[in-house]
């Protein structure tokens, strides 16, 4: 995944969303060990300080613990990795069902459009 | 760095006003107004080019001066380099000049945007001047890093490589102020900002609680309030 920053939201809080995406993704495994701060500042762009308070919240959530001697690892809580997934999903529902309301569909709608589109496996990108 | 009661008059005219002004080392400043806001002019007294018409300007606790030059490297908003001398002579200049300049770093920084050490300073572009001298400056290990428009006459590309330059020199120990009008470019490698208008501090605040308070970006906020 690249870096991409809205501007009008602070970048810490974009981080965390971030390595959260990358988490639930499976692109950092649980367990795995993080690149160190300073080269995730330098490939993000971003000051090192903003990327160490990302890592400071989301070593308060729980998702990822320092090891003074050796670095910073993702959790090998695999619960806690599904609540993750679930909580994001359920967000994307959520943001989903209040823009086809806004247009005018109603959940059952919804529902009868999900399961005629039959392009649901592909990558989101199908322009 | 600390300014207290600071004040900068040009004959009758207040440059600057009763500034005060606490700056951390750590930390990436961006030093941001209009034009003739009195930014230059708190940068020069940072770095001892001007004395203060009141009040005090300190370093690391010590006012500037002599002693200061050790620690604050300064990259000025003009190109004054004596434009006689080749490349690696300015290299060597530096070298002389600053104890903490590491001639390794400026090396690998003029190969890295594909610099020729013998050119003349003077047969460079506009642009290749401003990088040299960047490099220059960027090369030393100091604690107060002083830059006033420091991506003014360079292309995109060029910007992100020296963006990407402080990002990969940051240190705890140094703060680094970058004075600009590109906002939006700098904004992601910013810790806070000071905005100033005519020679007044009008804020002084992180870029995240601008962001989280404001729900807009530095560069939508500085639009807002120095609106014409």
Same mark, same amino acid.
Request: proline share 3%.
């Given at each position: 995944?690249?870096?991409?920053?809205? +501007?009008?939201?602070?970048?810490?809080?974009?981080?965390?969303?971030?390595?959260?995406?990358?988490?639930?993704?499976?692109?950092?495994?649980?367990?795995?060990?993080?690149?160190?701060?300073?080269?995730?500042?330098?490939?993000?762009?971003?000051n090192p300080n903003?990327?160490q308070?990302?890592?400071?919240?989301?070593?308060?959530?729980?998702?990822?613990?320092?090891?003074?001697?050796?670095?910073?690892?993702?959790?090998?809580?695999?619960?806690?990795? +599904?609540?993750?997934?679930?909580?994001?999903?359920?967000?994307?529902?959520?943001?989903?069902?209040? +823009?086809?309301?806004?247009?005018?569909?109603?959940?059952?709608?919804?529902?009868?459009?999900?399961?005629?589109?039959?392009?649901?496996?592909?990558?989101?990108?199908?322009? | 760095m600390e300014c207290?009661?600071?004040?900068?008059?040009?004959?009758?005219?207040?440059?600057?006003?009763?500034?005060?002004l606490e700056l951390r080392r750590g930390r990436i400043i961006?030093l941001?107004?209009?034009?003739?806001?009195?930014?230059?002019?708190?940068?020069?007294?940072a770095?001892?080019?001007?004395?203060?018409?009141?009040?005090?300007i300190r370093i690391n606790d010590i006012?500037?001066?002599?002693?200061t030059?050790k620690i604050v490297s300064?990259?000025? /908003?003009?190109?004054?380099?004596?434009?006689?001398?080749?490349?690696?002579?300015?290299?060597?200049?530096?070298?002389?000049?600053?104890?903490d300049?590491?001639?390794?770093?400026?090396?690998?920084?003029?190969?890295?945007?594909?610099? /020729?050490?013998?050119?003349?300073?003077?047969?460079?572009?506009?642009?290749?001047?401003?990088?040299?001298?960047?490099?220059?400056?960027?090369?030393r290990k100091a604690q107060l890093y002083l830059l006033?428009?420091?991506?003014?006459?360079?292309?995109?590309?060029?910007?992100?490589?020296?963006?990407?330059?402080i990002?990969?020199n940051y240190s705890p120990d140094a703060a680094v102020v970058i004075?600009?009008?590109?906002?939006?470019?700098?904004?992601?490698?910013l810790d806070e900002?000071v905005?100033?208008?005519?020679?007044?501090?009008?804020?002084?605040?992180s870029? /995240?609680?601008?962001?989280?308070?404001?729900?807009?970006?530095?560069?939508?906020?500085?639009?807002?309030?120095?609106?014409?």
């Open positions: 995944m690249s870096w991409d920053f809205d +501007n009008d939201r602070p970048i810490y809080s974009q981080i965390i969303e971030h390595i959260k995406g990358c988490i639930v993704s499976g692109e950092y495994a649980a367990g795995e060990k993080l690149p160190a701060v300073r080269e995730l500042a330098f490939e993000a762009g971003v903003t990327m308070r990302a890592f400071a919240e989301l070593e308060t959530e729980g998702l990822v613990h320092a090891n003074r001697t050796s670095g910073r690892f993702i959790t090998e809580d695999i619960g806690m990795i +599904n609540d993750l997934k679930n909580e994001i999903a359920g967000k994307a529902v959520t943001e989903f069902m209040y +823009n086809m309301k806004n247009i005018g569909f109603s959940k059952d709608e919804v529902i009868e459009l999900i399961n005629k589109c039959d392009n649901m496996e592909g990558d989101g990108k199908d322009e | 207290r009661g600071l004040w900068k008059s040009y004959g009758a005219f207040p440059a600057l006003r009763n500034i005060n961006g941001l107004g209009p034009n003739g806001s009195g930014k230059t002019t708190l940068i020069k007294l770095n001892g080019l001007l004395t203060p018409s009141a009040g005090e006012a500037v001066g002599v002693e030059r300064y990259l000025p /908003d003009c190109v004054c380099l004596p434009d006689w001398m080749r490349i690696s002579e300015l290299v060597t200049f530096y070298k002389d000049f600053y104890e300049f590491s001639e390794d770093k400026a090396n690998e920084m003029l190969a890295n945007l594909h610099l /020729d050490k013998n050119q003349r300073f003077k047969t460079l572009s506009k642009g290749n001047k401003e990088k040299v001298q960047l490099i220059l400056v960027m090369s006033d428009e420091p991506m003014g006459g360079v292309d995109p590309a060029t910007r992100d490589y020296i963006l990407n330059t990002i990969s004075s600009t009008h590109l906002i939006s470019d700098v904004e992601n490698v900002v905005f100033i208008n005519q020679g007044d501090i009008v804020l002084h605040d870029v /995240d609680n601008i962001r989280g308070e404001k729900g807009k970006s530095v560069d939508a906020l500085f639009r807002e309030v120095f609106r014409c």
